[in-house]
């Protein structure tokens, strides 16, 4: 599995941005970034939801998907979850098997 640093260094790469560049994009210590992309921070050091969705913008990237690589829910999950948590509680509970076969019948994109 990736880590959020990794993934946002491979974005940045992808865009032919700088560590700089990508800094000044998003209001950011250039240093603090590059902290971020080689996984040198600590755990209460980790990015905000607010950076991140600065960070994922600035990339043209899938916040969400950075955010969860940070181990924060978004906002956008976790009302689902709070609202249905009986469903998401079973859901835990299947196999990466039981999972795909659900995902293969669930129509949604």
């Known amino acids: 599995m990736t880590t959020i640093g990794k993934r946002i ?6 865009r032919n941005l700088t560590q700089r560049e990508l800094a000044g994009r998003v209001d950011m210590n250039f240093t603090y970034l590059s902290r971020i992309e080689n996984d040198r921070l600590d755990a209460d050091q980790t990015p905000r939801e607010d950076t991140l969705k600065a960070i994922a913008k600035a990339l043209s990237a899938d916040a969400d998907e950075l955010l969860l690589l940070a181990r924060r829910i978004p906002e956008s999950i976790s009302q689902r979850i709070f609202h249905n948590p009986g469903v998401f509680r079973k859901m835990t509970k299947l196999s990466d098997e039981q999972l795909e076969k659900l995902l293969e019948n669930i129509d949604v994109d």
């Open 9 to 14: 260094k491979q974005l940045r790469k992808e």
